[in-house]
Nanobody, 111 residues
Framework: QVQLAESGGGLVQPGGSLRLSCGVS????????MAWYRQAPGKQREWVAS???????NYGDSVKGRFTISRDNAKNTVYLQMNSVKPDDTAVYYC?????WGQGTQVTVSS
């Protein structure tokens, strides 16, 4: 059974940084693309970033230049480094692997 577990969310001030983690169990990890999505209150879920099995990365326009996605295949974990965060980054962040979703981790950007 595939399971995803996000961690690292919390309250951060505008301009600050936060690192999210998502651990995957129950599946081969290294062969698949991983992605992060987010959903703000009252809005649709939005794609944030992806990283392929080869390490190629792509980002949504709203986070490009501020967020960095990375992966550690030895630990079956994908990360999202969030820098220069803004109040608009407030959302529940989800990792996505194959057809599976994590439970989400809340990120709140506020002073």
């Amino acid at each position: 059974q595939v399971q995803l577990a996000e961690s690292g969310g919390g309250l951060v001030q505008p301009g600050g940084s936060l690192r999210l983690s998502c651990g995957v169990s129950g599946s081969i990890f290294s062969s698949y693309t991983m992605a992060w999505y987010r959903q703000a209150p009252g809005k649709q879920r939005e794609w944030v970033a992806s990283i392929s099995s080869a390490g190629n990365t792509n980002y949504g326009d709203s986070v490009k230049g501020r967020f960095t996605i990375s992966r550690d295949n030895a630990k079956n974990t994908v990360y999202l480094q969030m820098n220069s965060v803004k109040p608009d980054d407030t959302a529940v962040y989800y990792c996505y692997f194959r057809k599976y979703w994590g439970q989400g981790t809340q990120v709140t950007v506020s002073s």
